[in-house]
């Protein structure tokens, strides 16, 4: 059997089915993504629609390929986050003083090295941050101290927007879905 050649179309297609609710493919490890007027896809779950064929049947750098040959999207491999990696980094540092000091004695001082990152973030609904810092009254949901500050922009008591299933994982950005925390409650929500 001859495998059907894919289009433009056919992957714009499966964007809208994917869009739409068609993601039958819900575990897939998403490290591979292709880019399309802004909105991000999983590339291995968007060839799998697209070509109605099981995500073990093929690689994932394959399908990346196809796409990025249509020449028409943007295909992007994302690794272990930097921050993930900065820290996994100083928690190793972190295991032996000698070694660390000895590296910090030998250290030479210049300024650090400037990356250029790609950063995607979701757009926010702003009214949704403003119903959850409203209904907080300045008091932090989780801890129920007030606002360690004022912030210095609107000299409204700082308190930050988080969702409790975040939006990554499929999250709404709803009240209902969002907390009002300090700063200290917010880290903690992510990494403690």
């Not at 993601?23 to 697209?50: L, R």
């Not at 702003?126 to 409203?134: G, M």
Request: glycine letters at 4%; charged letters at 30%; hydrophobic letters at 30%.
């Amino acid at each position: 059997m001859k495998k059907k050649i894919l289009t433009v179309h056919d992957i714009k297609k499966a964007m809208k089915e994917y869009d739409g609710g068609n993601n039958p493919y819900k575990v897939i490890k998403k490290n591979w993504f292709v880019i399309d007027a802004g909105t991000i896809y999983p590339v291995k779950t968007i060839y799998a629609i697209a070509t109605k064929r099981k995500p073990t049947s093929f690689n994932t750098k394959e399908a990346a390929a196809m796409l990025a040959n249509l020449n028409y999207f943007r295909v992007e491999a994302h690794g272990k986050d930097t921050r993930e990696q900065f820290e996994s980094n100083v928690k190793l540092a972190m295991r032996d003083d000698k070694a660390r000091r000895k590296r910090l004695a030998n250290l030479k001082r210049k300024k650090p090295r400037l990356r250029l990152t790609t950063t995607y973030t979701y757009e926010r609904n702003s009214d949704v941050v403003a119903e959850v810092r409203s209904r907080a009254k300045g008091i932090c949901e989780e801890c129920k101290s007030n606002a360690p500050f004022r912030d210095k922009k609107n000299n409204l008591p700082f308190l930050e927007v988080h969702h409790v299933v975040q939006l990554a994982k499929g999250g709404d950005d709803t009240p209902e879905n969002a907390r009002a925390l300090c700063p200290n409650c917010h880290r903690q929500a992510h990494y403690g």
